[in-house]
C-alpha cells in the first residue's frame, strides 16, 4: 500500500520512483502543468523522501491543439518542479486525441527513515495538512458552476508543494505518512489504519474543507469517482446519526494534489503545527482525529 516504489542501492539510501498523470483539469494550461507536476511529487514527501529529478509524460493531439498549449503545460511543469528543487530532465511524448500529462518523480531516502502508510500507532494523533474537496470543486468547474476566486482558490489548492509539510516531519515522532488522492479521506484512512492493524477516529468538524466545497455538495455537485469511494468505502466506516449524506461525501471526495495524511505521536503535534505555522495557508493543517484500537467497522465519524 505504499505511495511509490523503493529500491535500496546500499545501508544509507534507497531511491523511492512515482509515476502520475491525468487528463486536464483546468482549463489554464500552465497551471494544469503546475498541478501535475505538484500531484506526483507528492508521493515522495509522503513517504519522507526528497525528491531528485522528474521525467515528464505527455500524450498530446498534436493535429488538433496548438502546441504553444503543450509549451504551457510544460512550463508550468518545469516551474512548480524548479520551486521543488529538480529539474525536469527527460521524458517521452505521444500523439494522442486527448492531451494528458503527468512526470515520473525519482527521490533519495535513508533506508531506517522511510515514511509508510502501513506503520500507524495507537494514540497517534491524525493531521491532514490541506483542505478537501478539489474533486467537487474540478466538478463544478467543468459544469461552468465556479465563480473566479473559486477557481483560482482550486488551482491554489492543488498546485501548492507538499514540501513545506514534509520537511516540518523532520526529526519528529511519526509513524506513519500516506498523502490524500484519488480514494478520498475516508478511502486513504482506511488504508493506513487496516494496514497498520487498527482503527481511527475522525472528528468531522475539525476536517477544513475549501470554502464553497459544502455548499456545492449540498446541491449534488459530486464527481462520481466520490460517489464510488463512498460507496465501497461506506462499510468499514460507523457514521454518527448526526453526520449527513453531504458530510460523508465530502469526507469521500476523491482529491487531485491532496494534502499529507500524518500520524504523530501527541507530544510532538504542537511542535510539528507551530513548523508549518508560517509555511503553509490558513486552513491548511489541522488535527482531524486520533489512531485507537482495533475495532469494527475501522473508522468512525464523530459530530
Do not use: W
Not at 17 to 27: A, E, I
Not at 157 to 163: D, E, K, P, S
Not at 197 to 219: H, M, Q
Request: aromatic share 6%; charged share 20%.
Amino acid at each position: 500500500m505504499d505511495d511509490a516504489a523503493v529500491y535500496r542501492i546500499s545501508d544509507e539510501a534507497a531511491v523511492v520512483v512515482t509515476v502520475d498523470f491525468f487528463t486536464p483539469l483546468l482549463d489554464d494550461p500552465y497551471m494544469f502543468g503546475q498541478v501535475a507536476a505538484a500531484n506526483a511529487l507528492s508521493d515522495i514527501y509522503a513517504m519522507g523522501a526528497r525528491p531528485l529529478f522528474a521525467l515528464n509524460i505527455v500524450g498530446f493531439p498534436t493535429r488538433e491543439m496548438p502546441l504553444e498549449i503543450l509549451t504551457d503545460i510544460l512550463r508550468g511543469a518545469s516551474d512548480k518542479a524548479r520551486e521543488a528543487g529538480i529539474g525536469i530532465i527527460g521524458g517521452h511524448s505521444i500523439d494522442d486525441p486527448e492531451p494528458k500529462y503527468g512526470l515520473v518523480v525519482a527521490g533519495i531516502v535513508h533506508p531506517e527513515k522511510i515514511l509508510r502508510n502501513s506503520t500507524a500507532r495507537e494514540g497517534d494523533i491524525l493531521i491532514l495538512t490541506k483542505p478537501l474537496g478539489t474533486g467537487i470543486l474540478a466538478t463544478a468547474l467543468k459544469r461552468g458552476l465556479l465563480k473566479p476566486d473559486e477557481e483560482k482558490s482550486l488551482a491554489g489548492a492543488m498546485a501548492f508543494l507538499n514540501r513545506d509539510a514534509a520537511e516540518a516531519m523532520q526529526g519528529l515522532d511519526l509513524s506513519a505518512c500516506t498523502d490524500v488522492t484519488g480514494f478520498g479521506l475516508l478511502g486513504h484512512l482506511y488504508e493506513m489504519a487496516s494496514g497498520s492493524g487498527l482503527s481511527a477516529e475522525i472528528d468531522f468538524p475539525k476536517v477544513n474543507f475549501l470554502s464553497c466545497a459544502p455548499e456545492l455538495a449540498e446541491k449534488g455537485v459530486v464527481p462520481g469517482g466520490t460517489r464510488r469511494n463512498l460507496a465501497f468505502y461506506s462499510k468499514y466506516c460507523e457514521f454518527a446519526p448526526a453526520i449527513t449524506e453531504t458530510q460523508k461525501l465530502l469526507l469521500a471526495d476523491a482529491q487531485t494534489s491532496g494534502g499529507l495524511l500524518i500520524s504523530i505521536a501527541p507530544h510532538h503535534v504542537d511542535l510539528y503545527l507551530e513548523r508549518v505555522k508560517t509555511k503553509l495557508p490558513s486552513g491548511h493543517a489541522a488535527i482531524i482525529g486520533k489512531i485507537i484500537v482495533p475495532r469494527e467497522p475501522a473508522i468512525r465519524i464523530l459530530p
